[in-house]
């Protein structure tokens, strides 16, 4: 049968109604046969009625959307298909039917006008015409040329396919016949099918066309490469076995033989427990029996490296001398009583039960408070090595725990690394950043640091990679954060927490002229008698360079001014002492960049100063009320959370309900809006603990009385007017005395939370502690009206 002279086979003109076939994951091409397994009810009904009339189905691709449908309408099959013919049926005991189907021509759908008891579709036969131009004629050469070189490499395709697609004359019926050969998908065949340009069908099939040779050609040559290496493996392991047959003749010990008489010399010297060297001498005993050019041997060989440079049971002299640990730290660090008491305690106790188990310390407190550099003088007051990881970022598990050892590139975790960098079992071991470690589809490394800080389960701590138990439980382990809420709640429970709040100024100054400068003159390769410093600078400087609980910042600016009487001295422009004033220090800094602006922003009605908490310490905010006429509007920004927003309403219904009582005309709200704002915007808010300020700001508006200079509050209030307890009060206290506020208002149960905070600290300050809203606003608003 010639495929490009189908309509003149048996099959008479096409109607314009034709049972339908819809088909899964097929599609039948014009000139081109087809099986098909057709099984449905529906039809087989569609084919019988073809045979009884004129042979001739209409076959349509079933749409992604419609596979899993019993019925099938319009709506669910491609309106592109083919009009084909039943060349050949076979009836299955089953009931089922075999096919072989011709595509006779394209067509389009254009309704479907009976369902029952098969479909019949009133079609439209599409005649498929071209131009012979000479891009098509190229494209044509191309695509034969590339068939032909898929039939010569390819093992499933016969010979006689690449000559019967050369004697096809008709371009459509070559585009179709390698369309129905190749290797693509139902819907791509669907695509090609739909196009009406002869040109696109022709680059489309050859695109696909080429895909596959490519895929075939690549496929042969990794075959080629394998069978080769597997010849020259077996060649070399040949080889290598004469050669070891003809040196023990000899009496010549291989390299291979040295390098494990070397390991095994090696292990014999090293302190291990039993299990650990079990496992040793197993895999020493597998490296003799594997050839030392196998992968296979060079993992062995690393693992057994891991276990003998681990330091499984070497430990450091301890300083057990609590007067010289005292003085490394009060060297190192200036005040942080309570972080200083801990690890003497610790220390002490060790010097009276030597097997104790190491503590797992969180310095908890804002940037630049000293919590890492405090870690380098822990390690240095007990007199034993330190090592630091960062956990910041970190978020696959297997950083922490390692990878097994079936995978390629396998290596244990942080923690094991770090043991054997540092060499001994017994390290001041920090964890920075614990508050920032995240979690994926890779695991949750807080989980897999459970077992790290758990004293009770750290004696036997087994790495992915090593699968063997490892004592940490002599590792002094110390963790640092900003914030406690983000770390695990079950991670948060085995730590003891030991706060560091942010320093007020006298405290900056101290710690400047006692440790920032001289190590800045020193870093900066200038002598004692080069430069100094007075106080006034210092105060200067942190008043008007630097906004922060830490010394961070200020250490950067002594650090500026270093740099540039550093360069007037190698430019020999200096040839005296140069003496840092506040002068000096603007002049080399440049202008003020920090102003205060608690004095200035309450000294008219409506502005209240609040306290807050952030990760970076404690600071103070400003609430700001402002009256305006309307009628009982509302309206609230600087991007205030839920928690803010519901003290702003409970606040305002307060004031309402007392209005009387401080000159307020009850029916301000039908007259007024209220708008209330919390600079600064771009930063969010959110919690309660800034009530009592909101209520002030409001009420102050309201009765045209401001705040007094220098009172700031904190404190969540309720609708029947109580002040409740807040969190977070030390690191607002210190942030009010950095500020200047001369009084604070607390709820009386905040009291207790001071006796944390030296009273030197807080000297100049005065507190006021209430238990109800007007107490506040009674001790906040002046008496004169503006």
């Known amino acids: 049968m010639e495929f490009n002279n189908i309509e003149n086979y048996h099959f008479n003109k096409i109607e314009n109604q034709v049972p339908l076939q819809p088909l899964k994951n097929t599609v039948v091409l014009p ?9 449905k009810k529906k039809s087989i009904a569609a084919v019988q009625r073809a045979m009884e009339k004129d042979r001739i189905i209409g076959t349509f691709l079933i749409k992604p959307e419609g596979l899993n449908k019993d019925d099938i309408d319009f709506d669910d099959i491609y309106s592109i298909g083919t009009a084909t013919g039943v060349l050949k049926l076979l009836k299955m005991p089953d009931s089922s039917l075999r096919l072989l189907v011709q595509g006779l021509k394209k067509v389009q759908l254009e309704k479907i006008i009976k369902s029952e008891p098969c479909l019949i579709g009133r079609i439209e036969v599409i005649s498929e015409t071209y131009i012979r131009t000479n891009r098509v004629e190229a494209l044509l050469s191309n695509l034969n040329d590339k068939f032909q070189r898929l039939v010569s490499i390819s093992s499933y395709l016969p010979d006689e396919l690449g000559s019967a697609v050369l004697n096809l004359d008709d371009p459509f019926s070559v585009v179709y016949m390698i369309a129905s050969i190749i290797n693509i998908k139902a819907e791509e065949r669907q695509k090609i099918l739909e196009l009406t340009e002869l040109e ?11 895909k596959e040779v490519q895929i075939l050609e690549l496929g042969g040559k990794i075959q080629s490469e394998v069978a080769d290496e597997i010849s020259k493996t077996q060649r070399e392991y040949y080889l290598r076995e004469q050669m070891k047959a003809i040196k023990k003749e000899l009496g010549e010990s291989s390299s291979q033989d040295a390098e494990i008489r070397e390991l095994r010399e090696q292990m014999e010297g090293l302190d291990l427990p039993d299990e650990v060297r079990k496992v040793a001498e197993k ?99 007990l007199g034993r090595k330190f090592i630091r990881i960062s956990l910041g970022g970190m978020r696959d598990e297997a950083e922490i725990r390692g990878h097994r050892r079936t995978y390629i590139g396998a290596m244990p975790g942080k923690i094991l690394q770090s043991m054997k960098r540092v060499g001994t079992n017994d390290p001041v071991f920090m964890m920075d950043e614990i508050d920032k470690v995240g979690a994926d589809f890779r695991g949750d490394p807080s989980s897999a640091l459970l077992e790290v800080l758990d004293p009770e389960q750290n004696g036997s701590f087994m790495d992915h990679y090593v699968d063997l138990p490892f004592d940490l439980s002599k590792v002094l382990f110390i963790t640092t954060a900003n914030v406690l809420q983000t770390i695990h709640p079950a991670l948060r429970d085995r730590m003891e927490v030991l706060r560091l709040p942010g320093y007020i100024n006298e405290e900056k100054i101290n710690i400047a002229e006692t440790y920032l400068i001289p ?4 870093e900066h390769g200038l002598a004692q008698a080069q430069i100094i410093f007075e106080e006034a600078a210092i105060k ?27 360069y007037r001295v190698a430019n020999e422009e200096l040839k005296q002492v140069e003496v840092i004033n506040e002068l000096k220090a603007r002049e080399y800094l440049g202008p003020q960049r920090v102003f205060p602006e608690s004095a200035r922003r309450t000294s008219t009605p409506g502005v209240a100063t609040g306290l807050a908490w952030t990760e970076s310490g404690g600071d103070i905010l400003f609430i700001e009320a402002l009256q305006m006429p309307g009628k009982k509007g509302l309206t609230i920004t600087g991007q205030l959370g839920d928690v ?26 039908e007259q007024s809006d209220l708008h209330i704002h919390v600079p600064a915007g771009a930063i969010p808010k959110d919690g309660p603990s800034a009530g009592t300020a909101i209520a002030t700001a409001i009420a102050s508006v309201l009765s045209g ?21 807040v969190g977070g009060i030390k690191e607002k206290v210190l942030a009010a005395k950095r500020a200047g506020i001369k009084t604070i208002v607390l709820p009386s149960r905040n009291k207790v939370d001071l006796d944390e905070i030296a009273p030197d600290l807080i000297k100049g300050i005065d507190f006021f502690y209430v238990d109800r809203v007007d107490e506040v606003l009674n001790i906040a608003l002046s008496n004169k009206l503006h």
């Not at 000139?31 to 099984?39: E, H, K, M, R, S």
């Not at 190590?519 to 020193?522: G, H, L, N, S, Y």
């Not at 009385?705 to 307890?725: N, Y």
Request: hydrophobic share 40%; with cysteine.
């Open 31 to 39: 000139y081109t046969a087809t099986p098909l397994v057709i099984g």
């Open 200 to 210: 696109e069908k022709l680059q489309m099939v050859l695109s696909m066309l080429n």
């Open 644 to 669: 803010m927003q519901e003290s702003v309403k409970a606040s305002l219904s307060y004031i309402r309900s007392v209005a009387h009582l401080y000159g307020i005309k009850d029916d301000f709200y």
């Open 540 to 566: 200067n400087i942190i008043a008007n360079y630097t906004q922060e609980a830490g010394v961070r910042n200020l250490e950067r600016e002594i650090a500026r001014i270093c740099r540039k009487v550093a």
């Open 705 to 725: 009385r401001a705040v007094k200079k220098g009172v700031a509050m904190t404190g969540e209030i309720t609708l029947a007017g109580l002040v409740l307890p």
């Open 283 to 381: 895999e020493i005993s597998r490296m003799e029996s594997i050839s030392n050019v196998t992968p296979e041997y060079a993992v062995i060989r690393t693992y057994v490296d891991w276990i003998k440079d681990l330091p499984w049971r070497i430990s450091t002299q301890y300083n057990l001398d609590l007067s010289q640990a005292q003085q490394i730290l009060e060297q190192d660090h200036y005040d942080l009583k309570e972080v200083k008491e801990r690890i003497i305690e610790y220390l002490a106790v060790r010097k009276l039960k030597e097997d104790m188990k190491g503590p797992i310390l969180c310095f908890v407190g804002p940037p630049g408070v000293g919590k890492t550099s405090l870690g380098h003088s822990i390690a240095n007051a």
């Open 519 to 522: 190590k800045q003159i020193q």
